[in-house]
């Protein structure tokens, strides 16, 4: 049974930063696209970032470009989120996604979820 399970959340300043974390279980890691997405209050959920299996290679919403970075450890099967200069409108839940194979900006594309963790940013 595959299971994410993420961490980090919490209360932040604007101007503030972040880092969360999502880790793995029930599937090889390394098999695995990953991605971040989130819902903020009364809105869809939507796309963030994604990372191939090797690490190498990323995608990152426009709207986050140059604050956010995604990463990942694959001998300690976890995704991370860098999150920078963080400002009120990235308050959400923010959620990891994993899928077989090649990583994906869809959310359709994902089966496995984490249960989210809030992010709130907030002076």
């Known amino acids: 049974q595959v299971q994410l399970v993420e961490s980090g959340g919490g209360l932040v300043q604007p101007g503030g930063s972040l880092k969360l974390s999502c880790v793995l279980s029930?599937?090889?890691?390394?098999?695995?696209?990953m991605a971040w997405f989130r819902r903020a209050p009364g809105q869809d959920r939507e796309f963030v970032a994604a990372?191939?299996?090797?690490?190498?290679?990323?995608l990152i919403d426009d709207t986050v470009k140059g604050r956010f970075t995604i990463s990942r450890d694959n001998a300690k099967n976890t995704l991370y989120l860098q999150m920078n200069n963080l400002q009120p409108e990235a308050t959400a839940v923010y959620y990891c996604a994993s899928r077989p194979g090649y990583y994906s900006p869809h959310e359709l594309d994902y089966a496995s979820w984490g249960q989210g963790t809030q992010v709130t940013v907030s002076s």
């Open positions: 990372i191939s299996i090797s690490g190498k290679d990323t």
């Open positions: 029930g599937r090889t890691f390394t098999d695995a696209g």
